[in-house]
C-alpha cells in the first residue's frame, strides 16, 4: 500500500510540473509573438484566473487531523511546483515568441514573396515593388513611407502603446510644474520612462533656461499629437529640414532652429530616437 502511495504522489507531481509548463509556455509564447495591444486586456482577465490554477489560496491547518494535515501540505508543495515551474516557463515562452517573431521564423522570404507575384502573372520588377511597400509601407516609386501594413508592426517590437504615448501627454503638462524646471526634471524622470530621460538632459544641456519650458510646452504637443495620431516620424531621422516640413514636428522644429548650431544637432539626434521608441506599438 505504502508503494502505491509513492508511485500516486510521484505521478501527481510529475502532472503537476507538467500542467504549470504547459500554460506558462501557452501564455508566454502568444505573449511573445504577438503585437496586438488586445494581450494586455486578455493578460489582466488571465491574472485573475491563474489564481485559481496555480492553487493560490489561504489555508488554516487548525483543527486538523494527522491525516488531513499530511494531505494539505502536499497540495502546498504541489502547488509551489506548479507555480515555480510556470513562472519559468513564462518567461521562456516569452523569449522564444520575441525570438521567433524577431526572426521572421513563421514569414515567407521576401524571394518566396516576390515569387508569388510573379507567378500570378505579374512582372518581376512590378512584383518587387508590391513585396516593397507590402513588407516595408514605402512606396517604391518615391521612396516615402506610406501607411503601416499589419506585417510592418509584426516586425515591431512593443515599447510603447498608442495608449501609454496619450497617458505621458498628461503626465508631461508643463502646467504641472509652475515654470520651476528643477520641479519639471525631477517630475519627467519620476515618470521612470527611459526614453525619456535622454530628451531631458538634452532640453537642459542645450537650451537656454528662460527658453526651457517653450521646449517643453513643444514637446507636450508632439507627445500628445503622436498619441492621438498615426504619425510616422521616426522617417524624419535628425534631419532638420524635415522636421520643419512635417505638421505635426514643424513647430517644434522652428524652436530648435533658433538655438546654435550644434545645440540643434545635440537636440535632434536625441528627439529622433525618442519620437522612434514612442512610435513602436
Not at 97 to 125: C, H, L
Not at 161 to 171: D, I, M, T, V
Request: aromatic fraction near 8%; proline fraction near 2%; hydrophobic fraction near 45%.
Amino acid at each position: 500500500m505504502e508503494k502505491e502511495e509513492k508511485q500516486l504522489l510521484r505521478n501527481i507531481r510529475n502532472a503537476t510540473v507538467l500542467s504549470g509548463i504547459g500554460m506558462g509556455l501557452l501564455l508566454g509564447i502568444i505573449m511573445g509573438l504577438s503585437v496586438s495591444e488586445v494581450v494586455k486586456v486578455i493578460m489582466g482577465v488571465l491574472t485573475a484566473i491563474l489564481g485559481t490554477f496555480l492553487g493560490f489560496d489561504k489555508r488554516s491547518f487548525a483543527g486538523m487531523d494527522a491525516e488531513e494535515y499530511l494531505k494539505e501540505k502536499h497540495n502546498s508543495l504541489f502547488t509551489a511546483l506548479r507555480a515555480g515551474w510556470f513562472g519559468l516557463a513564462v518567461v521562456a515562452g516569452i523569449l522564444s515568441g520575441m525570438w521567433i517573431r524577431t526572426n521572421e521564423v513563421f514569414t515567407p522570404t521576401v524571394k518566396w514573396s516576390v515569387k508569388q507575384w510573379t507567378d500570378a502573372g505579374y512582372d518581376a520588377d512590378y512584383a518587387r515593388k508590391l513585396v516593397t511597400y507590402q513588407r516595408f509601407a514605402i512606396d517604391p516609386n518615391t521612396g516615402e513611407l506610406g501607411q503601416e501594413t499589419e506585417l510592418t508592426k509584426g516586425a515591431r517590437s512593443s515599447l510603447f502603446s498608442s495608449k501609454q504615448a496619450q497617458e505621458l501627454c498628461g503626465s508631461t503638462d508643463p502646467d504641472l510644474w509652475e515654470n520651476n524646471w528643477s520641479m519639471a526634471k525631477q517630475g519627467l524622470l519620476d515618470l521612470e520612462i527611459e526614453a525619456l530621460v535622454p530628451v531631458v538632459n538634452a532640453i537642459e544641456l542645450n537650451v537656454p533656461e528662460e527658453k526651457r519650458f517653450v521646449f517643453l510646452g513643444q514637446l507636450h504637443e508632439l507627445i500628445c499629437r503622436m498619441g492621438k495620431e498615426d504619425t510616422h516620424l521616426c522617417s524624419l531621422g535628425s534631419d532638420l529640414s524635415a522636421w520643419e516640413k512635417d505638421e505635426v514636428t514643424q513647430a517644434f522644429a522652428r524652436e530648435i532652429s533658433t538655438l546654435p548650431a550644434e545645440n540643434q544637432r545635440n537636440l535632434l539626434v536625441v528627439m529622433a530616437e525618442f519620437v522612434c521608441k514612442l512610435e513602436k506599438k
